[in-house]
């Protein structure tokens, strides 16, 4: 997987994912994206 694209890092735990957005993203388009990559990778 790449980089992607408006996430500065991210940390995961066994049933959590917390992303940390760069600061000039649009946060709904973030989580759009994010939703997008989760449901194509099932």
């Known amino acids: 997987m790449g980089k ?3 996430i500065l890092g991210t940390i995961a735990g066994d049933d ?4 940390t957005p760069v ?3 649009q946060i709904e388009k973030l989580v ?3 939703t997008q990559l989760f449901e194509t990778s099932l």
């Not at 959590?16 to 992303?19: C, D, M």
């Open 4 to 6: 992607a694209e408006g």
């Open 16 to 19: 959590t994912i917390f992303i």
């Open 23 to 25: 600061r000039n993203v």
């Open 32 to 34: 759009k994206n994010v």
